[in-house]
């Protein structure tokens, strides 16, 4: 039996089908859809179900399985079928292998196979020979067929018989016929057959063909090929028509049926069937002819039934030869193996069985030969990016690679543009690859096509439109009718409404563009006979560049309407949306990128193209195909018109269709005439049909048709140009030329090719100067000259007459006399100067506008004027000063009129039209507001500046100086005359956050306007400051802009004019003349003098004088022993080191032999001083002593050689060297061994080096303390002390005083042994203890106990501290020490005599085991306890232990961490600081051990204890909402009971303290001082939540934890006090931890201060309205109010009852955040003083005010006022007056109130009556009253209430009980306001 597998039933290649118990299994070659050979198997399996009713599973596509799963699959049918039927002889061995397996199965093989010899295996094949020998006749007779071809599957013995019979049928009937036969290799392959097909119908010009395979793709060819074909397998006549002349069918019905009864039968019925051989044809029905072509003769009818009928009767001579035999197309003779003339196939060893031979007459193809992948190159002729030619060929190659199985590619592109060696380097690298298509995609490769097509015939190559083949067979031209698609854009185009003139950008004057040209005019004159086109040639396929110049040339200069083009970019598309203009796109679609604004689009496809070709090339068929595709155009789907634009119409989208439906159809009349050409010369068509032939359209075009404007080719645009730049002033003016010259930067970094020059300050030389610059210019071949001013309008002139080879800009040139070369550009300054205007007047507080003007002429003046008037705008009161500078550029004179305007004239804000931007300077120095001009001065200075208007030269300039570049001038040289806004020629820079949202609101409308074009500034009659009237020239009734240029040198009525300023010239001596500070003069500074009247300059002292002091009219002599170099000093220099004078000279002398001088008081200049300590020295005039060499010294001053230098203090020699002695280390002068240091200890080591020389080195330690390393000799230690760092005692010693260590002695262990037992004692007191019940308990002793566990937690706290590396003095260390026990310092109990060594492992271990032992000493008690019968409670046993983990839980926490407490050591090593014996993290000293220890420690003490308690404690909430909570209080009452139920999380707080205080000295290790810092820091946070919180159940207790907390920060300030000095590194500790203080401190004040500023500011409008009213007679009125408002708005209602909490608080209220302040006015309401604060408030804030006068309320009169006024005290006006309420203002609000509109208030009317009132009230708050919810009077209530119905208040109450109770209840309640109503009620 095989092993078993397990059968996957759904998986990709096949899938089982069972229905029912299955009983007859079938495993199918192929598919069940293939309709052939598994199609008429899977046909009978359903006829024997149905017959014998027997069910049955398939299997199909099996024989794609691997070996494995067929295996599975066999298995599965047979443990569960009985009968297996196997459909094809390929699976003949697994079929063996398990019918050998499975003896009691049936299994049934179909196929051409051996006889099997298992009697359980048996044999059926159908005779197909029989019908492909009928079908063979039936093709030879159809007339006019004389070549046959046959597609064979896998070449096997079952397929041979086959195809010799289809050779033998046909020739029986023509002799003479011509048979091929090719393999596919497979049964089923549609790909291949189809090829396969395509090759003999294209290669070999068969006319009919045959086949073998199970699909029927090849009738499917044939068909569409025109050509005729004999099916096989399955009727293929029905699926593919009359081209299948008929097909040869199998039915294996009742083969399978005989075959599955003898199988169910068993026995002798199943071996006759097992020994018969199956092999049935017509004789059994098991073959037939299908459906007849009616291309089928009777006669050939006749001559088939007659061969049926003989097969049938079993007369079967197919393969009987009167020779014998038959020769095969080898040569061999095949003769039957039995002799006689026919070959055997009925017995077991057949001859049909055997053959493996093709008949003679057949030619053999082999088997099919097709690629299985193929690499295709491509040399593209632009940049696939060029969104044309080639981007529409590079996506058609990824279409190819998509769809051509096995494809790949690669290209280069930009190859039209390389030289010849280029191309053909590409070309080359592609015949070097191996590629097997090379696609050259554009006519400019058509030579170098041929030349490479001749060399490399191996290679098929494919020319995308080129323009000849000389010959070449393996070269493809593909060419796309793209005239086709320009007749329907020419249609389209002239369609469009206003088109009159069509403009053509065409690529080259070749055949195809002017083909494609004369196409496009040809379609307009179609739909528009008397439309214009004109034509301009860029001379390349690919430059956007020119292609957008020539497209600018023909929109402006040639007046075309539409454009399009051939060429590669789709640059005139993009330009036709750029300008508004329409275009029709070519080779992409220009309406989906660009907008309707193009109509649309011929696009070139060339999927289909090059899919076709490359196919082609893969299948073999290149031979036929590569002349298939020459001209393809829309029938061939190689053309499209993309996406049509919106403009385009119905109606001309319909004929525009019609056209494309006509040329899809084949009918081409485009160039079906004679056309006569521009130059008068007739073109007559060559072709048959009366059209131009394909030759001729693709070689014979090059002319353009009568009609059309040919402008030939465009002159190529400059690639450079260099533009010249005459400034007005300084480029650095921040103005003017400031915004010229960023426009010339901008102009040379983005216009491609362009460079510039310039020359400043211009209009400052005189003419000659201003004609050398121009002349200048000129001879420098300038191509552009741009004038910087309109002070330059008469030379601009006379130069641009002079040269009219130049191009002239004038920026706000006030003339131009007529020449077109000279351009003047104005911006419209005077719109910005109007919104300038509208921002200042906008200004609260703005009263008068200063205005600094540069000249009295018109261009100033305008803006002035419109400055004025955008100011009136908006405040209609304002004033405005005017003062006159006297030029464009001059920063002191504009200061001088700035202070002026300001100081002396009252100016609130200033604005100036010069080119510095001092004014705004001066500004932001002063205070003051300015409105900046030319450059953005908020960013420069500050929101002083409001905004400024900014001129922007960049459009302006770059559309000139383009246009000259393109040769584009005389287009565009009067576009950018006058530019405003609707250029971006104009902004208003960044607005100051003074400006309000508001004022910028309007300010960008106004310039939205202006953008928009809609300009009425001077749009009136004006009157200026003389009375004169000026009149606008305009139709428009505005200024015109020749009268803008030069006609407003006038201002405005109103305006107060200064006239010119004048500055002061004249200064006394002593002082020079500063114009800059107006009208001052200034002193001369120290150093110069002036010593006559009004100099302009001080002059500076000579040298050897000086002036110390301002002022000065002279200067004075230096003194003796100083020196003066150089004019203007102020003071006289000393000699220089080394010298000295005796003054009044310009030398010094030397200092002598032995001495020096480097500085010294004036007396001793003229002496030296001696060389001091630790120097020498041997010359003379030395300015210092020589220093003896590093850490040497000398023993007296005035050495005078280096032998008398010796090691320094803190050094120690050792050789010729001398070496620092370290810290721990004491070294004097001269020490050659150094001594150790008290608290430190030296280990000596000797080094011997290679030379045997011994040198000593020293490594120090610090101690744990002073007393037990004494200074002394290195390695000194206190008595009784052992070991590094003196850290161990020695054996039975223990830890005494003063560092020493005493000896045992017989009484040594018995401390430890007593603690042991007080320690047992405690833990047991403390279980019985627990066990108090706490209602017993008073809360003084509560306090004891928990003042008791402060003070316990308080001296470990005090043990953590003692860890800080500090030296504690008596008797503080004293009382640490006695300490030492609660903190687990084991050495206070002499652990070491019990132990007997001094070993730090095993004192770590033993304090880590502490409490272990005392919980291993509580149980065994308890154990004792239970066994005694004593029962032991869990929770007290729980209780005690967290009592005692509390009391030491600072302990446990500093044991555990103790090994990581290290420190570090002079000699750069770190030791523990309780031990320092034991050096961290090396394996000395046993510190390893001890860390794993005390990682143990820390999981099992402070991260275990305090994560229970943070799980208890997160516990308790939830489990006390969930009635647990009794029992989690009582468990842990050591946890809760000692704080208040509020803060029972303070247990968790109070360990975290706990745990930080353990670990600062190891967080902080590196530093005592940031030690120190760091737990002050946790006490004082710790302290400040105890205060906050008071968590303690007594105040006593409370007070006892915060003075703890007090004691134990004051104790951190002392312990400063014991520090060593502090090192650098400490200082930098120190200083950080006080810089993060005083920077938190800044930060929280400086927030705080940003905060309120911000509110102030911008304050939150939070309520919806505040009712005002007196509590006392309308407190629930008020109530009731906010109740009916509140759901009427999203805000709040501010009721002070429900939200005051100062009085601050609720003026803020009412002044920043309310929408409405509601005054319920009663009785008493104004006499209130909190009323009146509110309601004058208001009145100030201008927060509107709603008034609701009640019964009671009577309007005050003044006398009123008075009154209330005097009956408040002075206490009530003081407190009023703090809050900015005076007598007055209560008046004037009261006053206020009086007269506005009342909404009277009922408080006795209906209440529906009060709702409608209320409502009244909400809409004047402006209220939502769409959700206002109005009463309905009821019949019956279900609670009715009742009040004092003469009290108001009390009906109130009764309203809002009313409210509520309804609310509460869901039931009807009223309110009866009479007993009428009760009465009502009841009833």
Not at 1777 to 1806: C, N, W
Request: charged share 20%; proline share 3%; glycine share 8%.
């Amino acid at each position: 039996m095989l092993p078993r597998k397990k059968l996957l039933l759904n998986v990709l290649y096949f899938q089982i089908t069972f229905v029912g118990a299955a009983k007859n299994c079938y495993a199918y070659l192929g598919s069940v859809n293939d309709f052939g050979f598994t199609y008429a198997q899977h046909v009978a399996r359903s006829y024997v179900d149905g017959e014998l009713s027997t069910v049955s599973a398939y299997a199909e596509r099996v024989s794609f399985l691997g070996p494995d799963a067929q295996d599975a699959l066999l298995q599965k049918f047979a443990t569960s079928c009985d009968v297996i039927v196997v459909g094809s002889d390929t699976m003949h061995d697994v079929a063996h292998k398990f019918a050998q397996a499975y003896p009691n199965k049936k299994f049934i093989i179909v196929g051409h196979v051996p006889r099997p010899v298992i009697t359980n295996f048996a044999f059926a094949y159908v005779r197909t020979y029989q019908g492909k020998y009928i079908a063979g006749m039936i093709a030879a007779s159809h007339p006019g067929v004389k070549r046959l071809g046959y597609v064979g599957s896998v070449r096997t013995p079952s397929a041979f018989p086959n195809v010799n019979a289809f050779y033998l049928g046909a020739a029986s009937v023509d002799p003479n016929i011509i048979v091929y036969n090719i393999n596919t290799n497979s049964w089923f392959a549609p790909d291949l057959e189809r090829v396969a097909a395509l090759q003999l119908f294209s290669l070999h010009d068969v006319d009919l063909i045959s086949y073998d395979s199970d699909s029927d793709e090849l009738c499917k060819v044939a068909a569409e090929q025109g050509k005729l074909s004999i099916g096989y397998k399955s009727d293929a006549a029905i699926a593919h028509g009359d081209s299948v002349l008929t097909s040869v069918l199998f039915d294996w019905r009742q083969t399978f049926k005989k075959l599955v009864m003898a199988a169910g039968a068993g026995g002798t019925a199943w071996d006759a069937a097992y020994q018969a051989y199956e092999y049935d044809g017509f004789d059994e029905n098991a073959i037939s002819l299908g459906t007849y072509s009616t291309a089928v003769g009777a006669e050939t009818r006749a001559k088939a039934k007659t061969v049926v009928d003989a097969f049938a009767a079993k007369n079967d001579n197919v393969f009987c030869s009167p020779t014998g035999g038959f020769r095969d197309t080898q040569g061999t003779w095949r003769s039957p193996k039995n002799g006689g003339n026919c070959l055997q196939m009925e017995s077991a060893d057949s001859d049909l069985q055997d053959m493996d031979w093709l008949h003679g007459g057949i030619t053999d193809l082999g088997y099919l030969t097709v690629k299985s992948s193929i690499h295709v190159c491509y040399a593209f002729s632009g940049p696939i990016s060029d969104m044309g030619w080639t981007y529409y060929q590079n996506l058609a190659r990824s279409y190819v690679d998509v769809r051509v199985a096995g494809c790949t590619s690669e290209y280069v592109e930009n190859v039209a543009l390389m030289d010849e060696s280029g191309q053909k380097s590409v070309l080359d690298m592609f015949v070097a690859k191996g590629c097997d298509n090379v696609v050259l995609a554009h006519e400019v490769f058509s030579d170098i096509a041929n030349e490479y097509a001749g060399k490399h015939p191996n290679i098929n190559w494919i020319g995308a439109g080129l323009r000849f083949n000389q010959g070449h067979t393996n070269l493809a031209t593909a060419h796309i009718r793209s005239y086709q698609g320009k007749f329907v854009a020419g249609m389209i185009a002239a369609s469009q409404p206003g088109v009159k003139r069509l403009g053509y950008v065409m690529a080259l004057r070749i055949s195809e563009p002017m083909r494609d040209a004369n196409a496009f005019f040809l379609g307009a004159k179609s739909v528009n006979p008397d439309i214009k086109m004109t034509v301009l040639t860029v001379g390349s396929f690919y430059a956007p560049r020119e292609e957008r110049i020539a497209g600018l040339r023909l929109y402006h200069l040639y007046g075309a309407d539409v454009l399009t083009y051939d060429s590669d970019s789709d640059e005139i598309c993009k330009l036709a949306a750029e300008e508004g203009k329409l275009a029709i796109g070519h080779k992409s679609d220009c309406t989906v990128r660009h907008g309707d604004t193009s109509l649309a689009s011929t696009i070139l496809n060339w999927n289909d193209i090059f899919k076709n070709l490359v196919q082609a090339e893969k299948d073999g068929l290149w031979k036929a195909k590569w002349q298939s595709l020459e001209f393809v155009g829309f029938e061939a789907s190689g053309l499209t018109l993309g996406t049509y634009s919106s403009k385009v119409d119905m109606a001309t989208r319909t004929i525009a269709e019609a056209k494309v439906a006509e040329f899809a159809a084949g009918t081409d009349r485009v160039f079906c005439k004679n056309f006569t050409d521009i130059n008068g010369k007739i073109h007559a068509p060559q072709g048959a049909d009366g059209c131009f032939t394909s030759a001729q359209l693709l070689s014979e075009l090059d002319w353009l048709h009568e009609g059309i404007q040919d402008l030939g080719v465009m002159p190529t645009p400059k690639d450079t140009v260099h533009s010249c730049y005459a400034f007005f002033g300084p480029i650095t003016d921040f103005g003017w030329t400031y915004a010229h010259n960023l426009a010339r930067n901008w102009i040379d970094a983005n216009l491609a090719g362009s460079t510039s020059e310039y020359v400043e300050n211009v209009n400052f030389m005189d003419r000659a100067g201003q004609n050398a610059t121009l002349d200048g210019f000129v001879a420098k071949g300038c191509d552009n000259v741009v004038l910087g001013s309109g002070t330059f309008s008469e030379i601009a002139n006379e130069y641009a007459g002079r040269y009219p080879n130049i191009n002239w800009i004038g920026a706000a040139l006030w003339f131009n006399l007529g020449h077109t070369n000279l351009a003047t550009a104005h911006i419209r300054a005077y719109q910005g100067r109007f919104i300038a205007g509208m921002i200042a007047g906008a200004q609260p507080g703005v009263k008068r506008l200063g205005y600094v003007m540069a000249l009295r002429i018109s261009e100033p003046m305008r803006d002035a004027n419109a400055f004025y008037l955008g100011a009136k705008l908006v405040n209609p009161d304002i004033k405005m000063t005017v003062l006159t500078v006297g030029s464009f550029y001059a920063p002191r004179e504009e200061r001088i009129a700035g202070l002026r305007l300001y100081h002396v004239h009252g100016a609130d804000v200033i604005a100036y039209d010069s080119d510095s931007d001092e004014v705004c300077k001066l500004a932001a120095e002063e205070g003051k507001l300015s409105i900046g001009h030319k450059s953005d001065c908020t960013v420069s200075w500050g929101n002083s500046n409001l905004a400024s208007t900014i001129f922007d030269w960049r459009a302006s300039f770059e559309l000139l100086i383009k246009a000259t570049k393109d040769g584009l001038w005389s287009a565009f040289w009067q576009t950018v005359e006058f530019s405003g806004f609707e250029w971006n020629a104009l902004s208003m820079g960044t607005y100051s956050t003074r400006v309000d949202m508001a004022t910028r609101y309007k300010a960008e409308a106004k310039i939205a306007e202006f953008a928009a074009g809609t300009d009425r500034v001077f749009c009136k009659n004006f009157t200026d400051t003389t009375g004169k009237i000026h009149i606008p020239a305009g139709a428009d009734g505005c200024f015109t802009d020749v009268q803008l240029v030069s006609q407003l040198a006038w201002l405005h009525d109103g305006i107060e004019d200064l006239g010119e300023m004048v500055v002061p010239k004249s200064c006394p001596r002593g002082q020079r003349r500063d114009a800059l500070v107006a009208g001052l003069c200034v002193d001369c500074t120290a150093g110069s003098y002036a010593d006559t009247e009004d100099q302009t300059q001080c002059q500076k002292c000579h040298s050897g004088l000086f002036a110390s002091s301002n002022r000065a009219t002279a200067c004075e002599i230096c003194p003796a022993g100083t020196f003066a170099m150089g004019a203007g000093s102020a003071s006289c220099d000393a000699c220089l080191n080394g010298t000295y004078s005796t003054g009044g000279s310009s030398a010094c002398t030397d200092c002598p032999v032995g001495k020096y001088r480097s500085g010294g008081s004036a007396a001793m200049l003229s002496s030296c001083l001696i060389c001091d300590i630790a120097s020498y020295s041997s010359e003379s005039g030395s300015s210092k002593c020589n220093s003896c060499r590093e850490r040497r010294t000398t023993r007296y001053p005035s050495a005078t050689t280096e032998v008398d230098c010796i090691c320094a203090e803190g050094y120690y020699s050792h050789g010729s060297d001398c070496f620092r002695c370290g810290e721990g280390m004491s070294c004097d002068i001269g020490t050659t061994v150094p001594q150790q240091v008290a608290g430190f200890w030296i280990e000596t080591k000797a080094n011997v080096s290679r030379r045997l020389a011994t040198s000593m080195e020293y490594s120090v330690f610090k101690c744990h303390s002073v007393q037990e390393c004494p200074a002394g000799p290195p390695g000194t230690c206190a008595r009784g002390r052992t070991g590094k760092a003196c850290a161990v005692c020695m054996d039975m010693h223990y830890k005494g005083d003063g560092g020493e260590c005493n000896v045992c002695g017989e009484s040594g262990p018995v401390p430890a042994i007593l603690a042991v037992c007080a320690a047992v004692f405690a833990v047991l007191a403390l279980y019985f203890f627990s066990a108090v019940d706490p209602s017993t308990q008073m809360l003084t002793m509560v306090t004891i106990i928990a003042c008791m566990g402060q003070l316990a937690t308080m001296v470990q706290a005090l043990g953590a501290i003692k860890n800080i590396q500090i030296s504690w003095v008596e008797p503080v260390k004293s009382f640490l020490n006695v300490l030492g026990l609660l903190t687990l310092d084991l050495d206070v109990i002499r652990t070491t005599c019990l132990l007997g060594v001094d070993s730090p492992p095993v004192k770590y271990l033993s304090r880590l085991l502490v409490y272990p032992f005392l919980v291993l000493s509580l149980a065994i008690m308890l154990g004792i306890m239970q066994f005694v019968g004593r029962r032991v409670d869990p929770d007290r046993v729980i209780n005690s232990q967290g009592v005692l983990i509390l009391i030491f839980y600072i302990s446990l926490a500093v044991s555990s961490l103790l090994p990581f407490h290290c420190v570090p050591n002079p000699n750069g090593t770190s030791a523990m600081s309780t031990n320092p014996s034991v050096i961290c993290w090396t394996s000395e000293g046993n510190h390893l051990p001890m860390v794993i220890m005390g990682v143990f420690g820390v999981l099992c003490y402070p991260v275990l204890i305090l994560g229970l308690v943070a799980w208890i404690t997160w516990q308790f909430p939830k489990r006390i909402a969930a009635g647990g909570g009794i029992q989690l209080v009582k468990r842990y009452r050591w946890l809760f009971s000692r704080f208040k139920l509020e803060t029972y999380f303070y247990g968790l707080i109070y360990l975290a303290r706990n745990l930080c205080i353990a670990l600062v000295p190891i967080v902080f290790a590196f530093s005592s001082h940031a030690q120190i810092l760091a737990t002050t820091f946790v006490l004082v946070l710790t302290a400040m939540i105890q205060v906050l919180l008071w968590p303690w159940r007594t105040t006593f207790a409370n007070l006892s934890d915060m003075l703890i907390n007090i004691m134990l920060i004051l104790i951190m300030p002392g312990m400063c006090l014991l520090l060593p000095e502090s090192d650098a590194k400490q200082k930098e500790v120190v200083a950080w931890y006080l810089q993060s203080l005083l920077f938190f401190a800044l930060v929280s004040v400086f927030g705080t201060v940003a905060y309120m500023a911000y509110r102030h500011l911008v304050p939150a409008t939070g309520y919806g309205a505040f009712i005002c009213h007196h509590k006392g007679g309308a407190a629930n009125l008020a109530r009731l109010f906010k109740m009916k408002l509140a759901p009427l708005t999203a805000s709040e209602i501010f009721l002070d009852s429900d939200e005051l909490e100062t009085l601050d608080l609720l003026y803020d209220t009412v002044r920043s955040h309310v929408k409405n302040l509601i005054v319920l006015l009663t009785k008493e309401t104004l006499s209130r003083m909190w009323c009146c604060g509110e309601i004058t408030t208001a009145v100030k804030n201008n927060v509107p005010i709603i008034t609701v006068p009640c019964d009671d309320y009577v309007p005050p009169t003044d006398e009123d006022l008075e009154i209330i006024e005097k009956g408040w005290n002075n206490e009530q006006w003081a407190t009023l007056a703090t809050m900015g309420v005076m007598p007055e203002d209560m008046k004037a609000a009261y006053k206020h109130i009086r007269a506005l509109p009342q909404l009277r208030f009922s408080r006795f009317a209906p209440f529906a009556e009060q709702l409608a009132a209320i409502e009244e009230i909400a809409k004047a708050c402006r209220f939502s009253t769409g959700n206002f919810r109005s009463e309905q009077t009821v019949a019956r209530t279900d609670i009715l209430l009742l009040g004092a119905v003469n009290d108001a208040e009390a009906m109130c109450a009764c309203q809002i009980l009313r409210e509520e109770c309804q609310k509460l209840t869901q039931v009807q309640c009223s309110v009866a306001s009479t007993s009428d109503e009760a009465g009502k009620f009841s009833d």
